[in-house]
């Protein structure tokens, strides 16, 4: 959309609500492409530790967490031009693009074991797609987004479908529920549909070397810091005020937590990552089982929430963020100081670590997944020390061998869960006894918010009718086309936001259009038909 004068780089000062991959894309693009000095861009976030839902931390004492990685995948067209010019974490002279692009080359996904049942692994060569079913997906990949509405998945497929490999590939691979939004499931069929031949063996997911943290975002912090953007901690948005009229909207000041205030000027401006999948998260223990937060404690939501009440076209959190209970899940992280699982796992899968990916229980009550990625996973990680992630798309149900629901259980019993899912409880009970492994369950109120059924409008523009001045940035912003839950989602948002407040002299990177190949539809509606 057209948002009349752009702004004079030279005196703008640009605000960044939050510093998640959106924000700090914006940043390198604020000041590789739009020409605003390193100085004059200031990042602000709540939390006191950047990187939004790029995370990783800990050691092999306490244990390390990881919430949740984002997959990737080499067609991110926004997301690996941007990371070809961040030198990489431990090589300056290698980007992280070329180090994540040698990497995956070397470590090749190809899952051997993907979907268990009673501990055995299942033949994945056939979807198990019904003629109808088939049919049906294909229909709904090809049917417009507005003739969709607020659907739900369950709404388009029949109750079979929800049995069959095809489903439980897809559902633990993107994390998608039967109530998930109809628009989003087209919106991926049609974005990834040269990936549907390789689902049943992750063919085409790519990784970074280390978690997302350190392989990102501490390469990326490094390089705007270089150039004097400025990173302030600690420091909460819960208000934006606007001049608004007929037909120009302007933000004016910022309202801090700690009662600061940011007045804009003639060129400021603000951009405001608005929602959050992260928001509200709280960490278990080995004893202890996480919390579940919510509202109340988040800081994102509530900002949404106030600026959506000033203007219609600043977006409707409702949808996303008003029912915990169909939006949350459970994850886990489990440090090991011993190599049996990961030693079973190798022969039991026929997976070296970081070669197979996501391995699914599907008989499992919390629909649990787990995956082991190249070891070390971070870089602080002895040699010595195991670590693997898991997560359960059903908080709320009790566990198969665990009478408790997945919410409810400590590090230790999600573990209890899973060797009994594994048939290696007697393998894992000398480990358990010796101590020598820990786990932190980590509660997730948000994470599946972004695939909440919505309406057209829902998620505001980027840049909204008639602004003048700010922008909103990631995964609850509309870019339309691309699919949310991607990093590359979250840096299309930071483009838009700069080329359309900026003369930078460039156009927002096309998404990439394998839907009008027909090599690949070839290729998917011969998958679909196994």
């Not at 004068?5 to 924000?23: E, T």
């Not at 936001?497 to 009008?516: N, R």
């Amino acid at each position: 959309m057209k948002t009349g004068r752009k702004l004079d780089p030279r005196s703008a000062h640009v605000y960044l609500v939050g510093s998640g991959i959106a924000s700090l894309a914006s940043a390198v693009y604020l000041e590789r492409d739009a020409g605003v000095p390193g100085p004059q861009i200031h990042v602000l976030e709540k939390a006191a530790i950047l990187g939004g839902a790029l995370d990783g931390a800990g050691d092999a004492e306490k244990g390390f967490v990881v919430r949740g990685g984002r997959m990737h995948e080499m067609h991110y067209e926004c997301y690996w031009d941007l990371l070809g010019a961040i030198p990489s974490l431990e090589d300056p002279a290698v980007s992280v693009r070329d180090e994540s692009f040698d990497f995956n080359r070397r470590f090749v996904s190809n899952a051997q074991a993907r979907l268990l049942r009673d501990g055995r692994k299942l033949d994945v060569s056939s979807f198990g797609l019904s003629l109808k079913q088939q049919s049906e997906l294909l229909r709904l990949t090809f049917a417009s987004e507005k003739s969709l509405g607020d659907r739900r998945i369950e709404d388009w497929f029949d109750h079979e479908f929800f049995t069959t490999n095809f489903w439980f590939l897809w559902t633990s691979m993107f994390a998608f529920q039967k109530w998930s939004s109809l628009a989003e499931m087209r919106r991926y069929m049609k974005r990834f549909i040269h990936l549907v031949e390789g689902l049943p063996r992750l063919g085409g997911v790519m990784r970074t070397k280390y978690d997302q943290y350190h392989s990102v975002v501490v390469p990326m912090q490094r390089y705007l810091e270089a150039r004097g953007v400025e990173f302030q901690t600690g420091k909460e948005v819960v208000d934006v005020d606007f001049d608004l009229s007929a037909d120009r909207k302007t933000a004016t000041l910022l309202h801090l937590k700690d009662g600061d205030e940011i007045r804009l000027g003639k060129d400021d401006c603000v951009f405001i990552t608005n929602g959050s999948l992260t928001e509200s998260t709280d960490n278990g223990a080995w004893d202890r089982p996480a919390r579940l937060l919510g509202l109340p404690e988040s800081g994102s939501w509530k900002l949404w929430k106030r600026l959506a009440a000033k203007d219609p076209s600043f977006g409707n959190p409702g949808p996303f963020c008003d029912r915990v209970d169909l939006q949350r899940w459970t994850s886990f992280t489990a440090t090991l100081k011993d190599s049996t699982f990961h030693d079973h796992m190798e022969s039991f899968s026929g997976n070296v670590d970081g070669t197979g990916g996501l391995v699914t229980l599907t008989d499992s009550n919390w629909l649990m997944s787990f995956v082991i990625a190249r070891q070390p996973h971070f870089p602080n990680q002895p040699p010595d020390v195991k670590i693997f992630w898991g997560y359960g798309l059903y908080s709320d149900r009790k566990g198969n061998f665990v009478p408790k629901t997945m919410a409810e259980c400590t590090g230790k019993e999600m573990l209890e869960e899973l060797w009994g899912h594994l048939r290696i409880q007697d393998r894992m009970k000398p480990v358990m006894e010796a101590g020598k492994v820990n786990c932190i369950p980590v509660a997730m109120p948000y994470v599946d918010s972004l695939f909440m059924p919505r309406k057209p409008g829902d998620r505001p523009e980027v840049l909204p009718e008639g602004t003048s001045n700010f922008a909103f940035l990631g995964q609850f912003a509309e870019a339309p086309k691309d699919c949310v839950f991607t990093v590359e989602y979250s840096v299309r948002t930071a483009q838009m936001a700069v080329y359309g407040l900026f003369e930078t002299g460039k156009d927002v990177t096309p998404v990439y259009d394998s839907i009008h190949q027909p090599s690949v539809l070839i290729e998917a509606a011969r998958a679909l038909r196994s």
